[in-house]
């Protein structure tokens, strides 16, 4: 017997969750190599400028609906832009440069802890036993891999990274909450966009203009690749999962992300983890897997899927 078209299309979401993992971990090691060389509001303006110029042209191509019809719907994309992308955006820049690359991986995913909790009363999401488990794993590996920066100098970078996770907790629930009648790849677009402009106006005032050259190449290629796949490419598939599932099975189920991106700073980057590291991260990739391989359970409130 064929599998149903909403099994298939949680089916589908789940492996969207694979690879927008996968392409937010890499990009972690992406942007602090190019922050290495390139200042934080000039690196992002390089990102969300690419990002933005990616995601209009793939629409263009495919011949996507990009207008936003209604006044509202306009006015819900920019608060949303405002909290999924571009706090993110410059959050995590100033973070990385205050911490280590993968401590900011790891603490920015505690949003999954806030989205559960904005969900319930916003969305009415109840916590089921696979999300309260999820959850509580999330939780207590998050708890081990924040403990060795207390009374430390990472103070700055560890509430940057924390900022950055209840923003982008906030930012998914509104989405989900708003209902924008729109084409996924235009949601994306039109929220990377609002990231950008308001990034170029913090460029303008603090830096002045762009600082992208002279830079070693690497930081330039590390530059593009944080804007294509861990902007533009990540941003169309997270937006799309987020319309295909509940708010707090997509949070959690991209817990494996900063996994991905500490294996990464570990080779790239030379960080080496702590035990408290280790354990920290077995928590998060068995929460992340409670929600991965688990059977879909939709409360009411999910968006549905437009065929």
């Not at 832009?81 to 900011?104: H, M």
């Not at 030379?270 to 409360?299: K, M, N, Q, W, Y």
Request: proline share 6%; glycine share 6%.
């Amino acid at each position: 017997m064929p599998p149903s078209p909403q099994h298939a299309a949680d089916t589908t979401a789940r492996l969207l969750l694979v690879g927008v993992s996968l392409a937010w971990g890499l990009s972690w090691v992406a942007m602090k190599i190019a922050l290495d060389e390139i200042p934080p509001f000039s690196m992002r303006t390089g990102t969300s400028g690419l990002a933005t110029i990616t995601l209009f042209a793939l629409a263009f191509v495919q011949h996507r609906r990009v207008r936003i019809p209604t006044t509202a719907a306009r006015v819900h994309l920019v608060v949303a832009g405002i909290l999924n992308v571009a706090c993110f955006t410059l959050f995590t820049a100033f973070a990385q440069l205050a911490t280590a690359t993968s401590r900011v991986a790891v603490l920015t995913y505690t949003m999954p802890i806030w989205a559960a909790l904005l969900a319930y009363p916003i969305l009415g999401e109840r916590l089921n036993v696979v999300r309260a488990s999820a959850l509580l794993l999330c939780a207590a590996g998050l708890a081990v891999l924040v403990y060795p920066l207390l009374g430390s100098d990472d103070l700055v970078g560890l509430a940057l990274a924390l900022a950055t996770a209840v923003t982008w907790a906030a930012g998914t629930v509104y989405l989900k909450w708003a209902r924008i009648d729109a084409d996924p790849i235009a949601i994306a677009a039109w929220q990377v966009l609002v990231a950008l402009v308001i990034t170029v106006g913090c460029l303008l005032v603090f830096e002045g203009s762009p600082h992208w050259w002279p830079v070693h190449p690497r930081s330039l290629w590390a530059l593009i690749f944080a804007g294509m796949i861990g902007s533009a490419f990540a941003y169309l598939l997270w937006f799309e999962i987020v319309r295909r599932l509940p708010a707090t099975t997509a949070s959690l189920g991209v817990l494996s992300a900063p996994a991905v991106g500490v294996i990464a700073s570990m080779l790239v980057l030379g960080e080496r983890p702590s035990i408290h590291d280790i354990i920290g991260f077995v928590l998060i990739l068995a929460a992340a897997a409670c929600v991965l391989l688990a059977p879909t359970t939709r409360s009411p409130e999910a968006v549905p899927i437009e065929q």
